[in-house]
């Protein structure tokens, strides 16, 4: 089994912009599997850090690592600070510059202090490169560093899941060559500490996954189709697996049974070998309820699917809205979605406001009270409208009554945050990278 790097220091809260953080501890013990040395071996990454562990030793040597802390405007600022080490090669003496993770690791800037005790979860890449690296990291509520790993290849959706009382984590893996016109993984599955447990196999897609228990699961699935114009097109499936078998699947092949889907206006083409693979529709976020299962379509709506005869309940949203929204209680670009059936209330965190594909307008969270049998909207309320554009990514979760956890993607804003806690009505705690590109899938509260 892989060792890791284990405590290396409690990020201390600053005065002053330039000094270093005094009160250090020693970074620990390091395997050359979380190692990773240049050519002529004068520089090494370290690629994970997990706060948890006893501190002890480092190439050989004891050795302070200092990471640059620093005050501005009420927030504070955490970068890596590389250090130097000398190690003896033989009868020479050759300096060794240690880095804490990658170069690429992205340094954060937070501001104010959780309103919850519970900890925050999110992958971190970058949109502008070539899917050849990923980051999964945990922050504490106070927005100290508590877990970090670089992985090579593409990785998404890193989460937790809490499964018959014991907490895991899953992220997926992406595949060299999946079906085309999809993003797909396998899924690697965590335990509560981080440690791999198990990888599923399979061509699972990026944008959700469930973990229920040992041998269940509900994964977003593609395969190749026609039409019956003979388009080629990428189907999204919603598949739960349990012990082997297949409890429940619905498809956009059973969506466009019901409703009538354009197969040229707003799809997304691929180009893939000599075939250009159409999605149709595009499919986001899924909710399993012991009833219905709640699924976010990239048509800006949400669907009810009853689980058992897998009918379609109703749609709120998108190009087949069946509750009589107003131009301004649409949702646009609907990238996250939870029903709460005990109140018919339905959260909704959509990638712009008021907007076509073709312009980026601010992100909000909205939250709609319906009657699921009438098909009648009976409240609607901007739960938050900031300045963020976010034109495709985010999420937000009701980590608690009235306190919302809000991830933005691609912030395409500048000077705006990653993430947001806002509760009661204000902004209690934010997140904001400081290195160019950095965008995550979605931001998740650990249960």
């Known amino acids: 089994m892989l060792k890791i790097v284990s405590e290396i220091l409690v990020f201390a809260l600053l005065t002053t912009t330039t000094t270093f953080a005094s009160e250090t501890q020693p970074i620990a013990n390091v395997d050359d599997a979380y190692l990773r040395w240049n050519r002529d071996r004068t520089e090494v990454d370290i690629l994970e850090?997990?706060?948890?562990?006893?501190?002890?030793?480092?190439?050989?040597?004891?050795?302070?690592?200092?990471?640059?802390?620093?005050?501005?405007?009420?927030?504070?600022?955490?970068?890596?600070?590389?250090?130097?080490?000398?190690?003896?090669?033989?009868?020479?003496?050759?300096?060794?510059?240690?880095?804490?993770?990658?170069?690429?690791?992205?340094?954060?800037r937070t501001q104010g202090e959780s309103v919850l005790k519970s900890s925050i979860v999110a992958s971190v890449f970058d949109v502008n490169g070539t899917n050849a690296f990923c980051q999964l990291m945990k922050w504490a509520p106070n927005g100290d560093l508590e877990f970090y790993r670089y992985t090579d290849g593409s990785c998404s959706d890193f989460r937790p899941h809490l499964v018959?009382?014991?907490?895991?984590?899953?992220?997926?893996?992406?595949?060299?060559?999946?079906?085309r016109g999809t993003m797909a993984a396998s899924i690697v599955v965590l335990d509560e500490n981080f440690d791999f447990v198990r990888e599923i196999p399979g061509e699972f897609d990026q944008h959700d996954f469930l973990l229920l228990g040992d041998d269940h699961f509900v994964s977003i699935e593609s395969a190749l189709r026609r039409t019956s114009?003979?388009?080629?097109?990428?189907?999204?499936?919603?598949?739960?697996?349990?012990?082997?078998?297949?409890?429940?699947?619905?498809?956009?092949?059973?969506?466009?049974?019901?409703?009538?889907?354009?197969?040229?206006?707003?799809?997304?083409?691929?180009?893939?070998?000599?075939?250009?693979?159409?999605?149709?529709?595009?499919?986001?976020?899924?909710?399993?309820?012991?009833?219905?299962?709640?699924?976010?379509?990239?048509?800006?709506?949400?669907?009810?699917?009853?689980?058992?005869?897998?009918?379609?309940?109703?749609?709120?949203?998108?190009?087949?809205?069946?509750?009589?929204?107003?131009?301004?209680?649409?949702?646009?670009?609907?990238?996250?979605?939870?029903?709460?059936?005990?109140?018919?209330?339905?959260?909704?965190?959509?990638?712009?406001?008021?907007?076509?594909?073709?312009?980026?307008?601010?992100?909000?969270?909205?939250?709609?009270?319906?009657?699921?049998?009438?098909?009648?909207?009976?409240?609607?309320?901007?739960?938050?409208?900031g300045k963020e554009i976010t034109p495709f990514l985010g999420s937000v979760q009701e980590s608690a009554p009235d306190v919302y956890s809000i991830g933005f993607g691609k912030n395409m804003t500048p000077d705006a945050e990653h993430f947001v806690e806002f509760a009661n009505g204000r902004d209690t705690m934010s997140l904001r990278f400081l290195t160019p590109n950095s965008v995550t899938y979605r931001f998740y509260r650990e249960p």
């Open 229 to 385: 114009q003979g388009l080629l097109f990428s189907d999204r499936i919603v598949r739960e697996h349990k012990a082997g078998k297949i409890e429940f699947e619905w498809s956009i092949s059973d969506y466009m049974k019901h409703v009538k889907v354009p197969q040229t206006a707003g799809a997304y083409i691929v180009e893939d070998g000599s075939d250009a693979v159409a999605e149709l529709v595009h499919l986001n976020s899924v909710q399993m309820l012991p009833n219905e299962v709640i699924i976010g379509l990239g048509d800006s709506g949400v669907v009810s699917v009853n689980r058992k005869t897998r009918a379609i309940n109703w749609i709120l949203g998108g190009f087949h809205d069946e509750f009589g929204l107003t131009f301004q209680q649409h949702p646009y670009f609907v990238h996250s979605s939870k029903f709460d059936p005990s109140t018919n209330r339905l959260l909704i965190f959509q990638n712009r406001t008021l907007g076509s594909a073709l312009s980026f307008t601010p992100s909000r969270v909205t939250a709609y009270e319906i009657d699921p049998k009438k098909k009648a909207l009976k409240s609607f309320k901007v739960i938050r409208a």
């Open 164 to 179: 018959n009382g014991k907490k895991y984590y899953t992220y997926g893996k992406l595949l060299p060559k999946p079906v």
């Open 49 to 108: 850090y997990r706060k948890s562990k006893p501190p002890t030793w480092v190439l050989g040597k004891k050795i302070v690592f200092q990471p640059r802390v620093a005050t501005k405007k009420g927030g504070r600022e955490v970068w890596p600070q590389p250090f130097v080490i000398s190690r003896k090669e033989g009868t020479k003496t050759k300096n060794v510059r240690v880095n804490l993770f990658k170069p690429v690791f992205p340094a954060y």
